[in-house]
């Protein structure tokens, strides 16, 4: 493992116990390999699942002081979702910093978004124990309004299916459906390409690298066909 130094410079952070930052870059596929360690980040990760709802929900709270519970709500999901976190650990160098098992490794692992997603919280999870709440704000903090300012801009927090869905139903009282009606590449690079219709009529048409990606981009070319648009 790289020194942890390294990590410590990312993060602002010079930890009191360096054995919880060690802990928190665990997975517990390196525990399985090496009878020595004893806890792999699973149970930090619980916890700084708990710290970071807490701290983007009070940084989302102060700083849209107008904004309704339920929009709150969108862009807090937007912001500890995997993808997102997965880039924090990214911008915070955690990946080069994992301890993984070497078939955790050959696979890819230190590339997986669920897998520096647990990381990055984890790592929360240890700073928040070894110094406290504060300390844990200096850290996200930073991290938070760029991502907001992209999230906002591209409305990433905004889920067009829901939305297409209820503009379907209290329209023609009928439930969208969705059919793929294409998928290229291989399978390490698959695009879906993704129909939405209410009733026989497709409303939109959207691709993405999964269905549920393209099935969004379809519902959200429909809410920007609809009439009132």
Sequence with gaps: MNDLKQLEYS?????????????????????????????????????????????????????????????????????????????????????????????????????KNPTLCAAFEAVIGAVYLDQGLETVRGVVTPLLEPALTTILADSLHIDAKSEFQVWAQATYNITPHYNVIAAEGPDHARKFTVQVLVGDTVWGTGSGTSKQKAAQAAAAHALSSLPDA
């Design 11 to 111: 993060l602002g952070v010079r930890f009191n116990n360096t054995e919880l930052l060690e802990r928190a870059l665990t997975h517990r596929s390196y525990l399985n390999e090496h009878a020595e360690i004893s806890a792999d980040n699973e149970r930090l990760e619980f916890l700084g699942d708990a710290v970071l709802d807490f701290l983007v929900g009070a940084y989302l709270f102060n700083r849209f002081p107008d904004k309704q519970e339920g929009e709150l709500t969108t862009l807090r999901a937007a912001l500890v979702k995997t993808q997102t976190l997965a880039g924090f650990a990214r911008q915070m160098q955690i990946d080069a910093h994992l301890r993984l098992g070497y078939g955790e490794e050959e696979s890819g692992g230190r590339r």
